[in-house]
Nanobody, 124 residues
């Protein structure tokens, strides 16, 4: 089992920045790819970013490319999502996930593990 706990959400003005963290406990963290999804009110949960076990490979949704950066620190069992130039449409609950298969962390319904989410609200 892997337990995931997100933190770092909050209220920020448009154009501002936030850094989300997802701390993992349980099995060997560096055996897992990690991903971030988000869900806005009334919308489906959507993919945001993914990172492979070593941190060498990353992928992003088109809507966040150039503004968000995913990274990980395997010594701290933590994955991060640095969010810059935030927009009101980035408002959502952000969830991290983990899976041993890199492609799975980019597809809803496939990751083995999910966190409980952290709220991000961007005011205009």
């Amino acid at each position: 089992q892997v337990q995931l706990v997100e933190s770092g959400g909050g209220l920020v003005q448009a154009g501002g920045s936030l850094r989300l963290s997802c701390a993992a406990s349980g099995r060997t963290f560096n055996a897992y790819a990690m991903g971030w999804f988000r869900q806005a009110p009334g919308k489906e949960r959507e993919f945001v970013a993914a990172i492979n076990w070593s941190g060498i490979r990353t992928d992003y949704a088109d809507s966040v490319k150039g503004r968000f950066t995913i990274s990980r620190d395997n010594a701290k069992n933590t994955v991060y999502l640095q969010m810059n130039s935030l927009k009101p449409e980035d408002t959502a609950v952000y969830y991290c996930n983990a899976d041993s298969n890199y492609s799975h962390v980019q597809r809803l319904g496939l990751p083995d593990y999910w966190g409980q989410g952290t709220q991000v609200t961007v005011s205009s």
